[in-house]
DNA sequence: TTTAGATTTATATTCGAAAAAATGGGAAAA
DNA sequence: TTTTCCCATTTTTTCGAATATAAATCTAAA
């Protein structure tokens, strides 16, 4: 596969490891997500290249599924960038994601069974763990907290039968999450209240309250745009 | 850029040809929907190359996308292929688009000016010179027919202010598409009805009557999905 | 000094070769 | 007959070199 001469076989310490293409694109994604570029950043292929040990080609590979993600632009000639951002697009994309998940929700709610339930239990204490830490310690496992937040709220509508409802629904909560980061200042998402409010998004998801539900969701998600636009 | 010997420097007869990636892109996009390749169908690296005329890297680059825009799957190590279809994922990709739609349509009436008026007028106009032929002419101009049906839609919610409502609308209309001619037998879309349809929609837009054109755009849509779903 | 053209440098794009999987088929063992 | 293993073939995945384009720098004339 790779003419690589190195790697002294098959003695990888993380076990995986079979598709670069993939994992290049995740690492990518991550980093936009996670402010590590700026938003209007070029994206150099010789960086690229030394920062993630791959080749042009499975770069090249990646950034263009993330230009169909809206989280990179390209311009013919002149190579790939971090996509911009503005208040103006915050907005429409809380909007739109507000509508998705609103609708994922309710399709979870009246389809859910048990072990979609003990699912969002498990993800809900794992996340709490991170989120009743004292401040310091959040800050440290920053990228964990972002992972288990996003898996626990993905999970609350995880089962919605409508596929593509809930891919849509994800594309935007990806969108979401890099606003949440976007500025240097204190992280949006990581506030004393949010702990709060996902045990109750929680409660009202399990006891099947889709009307209680979404609208907790609605405050919860509202309450973080507010924030960032503030800071922005 | 490409090493390729060819090509009498600049004497191409179709005057752009500055873009591989995006070209092939395109042109394999236009193959799926227009059901060149079976819906489950391996699309096979030495066929595509011999086909489009491109080496491995570029058409990689074009699938990539086409995975994230969700016309082709992809599995690891064993390939590329064409998504496949389905009543019910058809039956979600309508009703999404038609929230999507109704909500884009109702932005572009509020903010939509005479330059939009016009645009529509005119798309509306080249695509009826395709509608208003007799059976064996419009199917003779199938091709022509969908980027014109296709160019006409997007022009009625061209003057929506939201880049992402618009953008992913604009996805379900593709995923639309390909379901319009996913079977072999009779087109849809192509109906002597859609012919005042579009007329009526179109009216109704122009008039700046929200309601009337977002009833008409759903009974159009709805139509043709079920037209589709007895046939496939 | 400023501008226009030419040259150099940096960067993006494309390709095919090489390595790694996966697939298929046939022989040997059960 | 069925299963298993091995090997040949096909196909995918990855890489870097080769080429083309854009940006930057320099030079010379106005």
Sequence with gaps: MRPKPEAPA???????EQWQAKDVLTRLRSDIVSSVYEP??????????????VGIGTLREALSQLVSEGFVVVEVGK??????????????????????????????????????????VALHYKLNLIESLPWEDRMARHSEWVKRHRDFHESLVAACTDTWLFRLRSM???QLDRYRFVTKKAP????????????????????????????????????TSRRVIDLL
């Excluded at 209007?40 to 040990?53: I, N, V």
């Excluded at 996902?198 to 209680?212: L, Q, S, V």
Aim: charged content about 30%.
């Design 79 to 120: 190579g790939f960038k971090v996509a911009p951002v503005s208040i103006k697009e915050l907005n429409e994309i809380t909007d739109l994601f507000l509508d998705l998940e609103k609708r994922a929700l309710r399709s979870a709610i009246a389809n859910g069974d048990e072990n979609w339930e003990t699912t969002i």
């Design 188 to 223: 949006q998402g990581l506030g004393q209240h949010k702990f709060t409010e996902h045990r109750k998004i929680m409660d009202a998801t399990i006891a099947r309250d889709a009307a209680t539900a979404t609208a907790l969701m609605e405050e919860h998600i509202r309450d």
């Design 10 to 16: 098959s003695s990888q310490g993380d076990a995986h």
């Design 40 to 53: 209007a950043e070029r994206l150099k292929f010789a960086d690229l290249r030394a920062r993630y040990d």
């Design 172 to 174: 935007m909560f990806d």
